[in-house]
């Protein structure tokens, strides 16, 4: 019975490593280790143990780092026919067609496209195309896996809709199936607006 929480802990450390996410492979690693922590004592293997205690400590070292380490966010327009954005975009196809369709993005002629910076680095990118005078349609809200924490959107959605409002709109909305991006979506603040779906995809709609 109790090689099963061995079997347990390996399982969640390896997982941990899956993740793309630096904070998110802190905090799955720190379950993994402290299940080792247990294992260790249960079987009386102490430098099992001890090993692991040190991994809890270093896991949380890094995790209060992480939380006490202003971050910050700026909103950087985009040029058109810009050289950066199509390696951006390159360099990200294959996570971009998991959740949106490029084929159908015109984001050279899109009225608003811009990077999102984190601490500098160009974190994630944003069009927008005008669906009427106060609403924008969202054609593209794309985070790098290494920045994917909500805190890009939370920004985005909360912090910065003066953005938005100063240029005319106060309502977005966008279309998806991909229930990840439905699940990002509805922790922004979105809400499904089922009036406006499509034939192949779900309307999600925000009032700012």
């Not at 061995?6 to 941990?16: E, F, K, M, P, T």
């Not at 409002?165 to 089922?194: A, C, Q, W």
């Amino acid at each position: 019975m109790l090689e099963y929480i061995g079997y347990l802990a390996s399982v969640i450390v390896l997982v941990s490593l899956l993740m793309s996410s630096v904070k998110k492979l802190r905090w799955i690693n720190l379950f993994g280790s402290l299940t080792f922590v247990i294992y260790g004592l249960l079987i009386k293997a102490y430098p099992i143990a001890i090993l692991n205690i040190g991994t809890v400590g270093i896991n949380i070292y890094y995790l209060i780092k992480m939380t006490n380490t202003k971050t910050y966010f700026k909103i950087l327009e985009i040029d058109k026919n810009s050289k950066y954005l199509e390696h951006f975009l390159l360099l990200n196809k294959d996570d971009l067609k998991n959740y949106f369709d490029m084929k159908e993005i015109d984001v050279d002629n899109a009225e608003v496209k811009f990077y999102i910076l984190r601490d500098i680095v160009p974190a994630g990118v944003f069009v927008g195309a005008k669906k009427d005078n106060h609403t924008l349609e969202i054609v593209l809200d794309y985070v790098s896996p290494a920045y994917r924490d909500f805190s890009i959107g939370k920004y985005l959605y909360s912090q910065e809709k003066q953005f938005f409002l100063d240029k005319g709109y106060d309502t977005m909305i966008t279309y998806t199936t991909n229930p990840v991006h439905m699940s990002y979506l509805k922790k922004m603040g979105f809400e499904r607006f089922p009036e406006q779906d499509q034939e192949d995809s779900f309307c999600y709609k925000i009032t700012l």
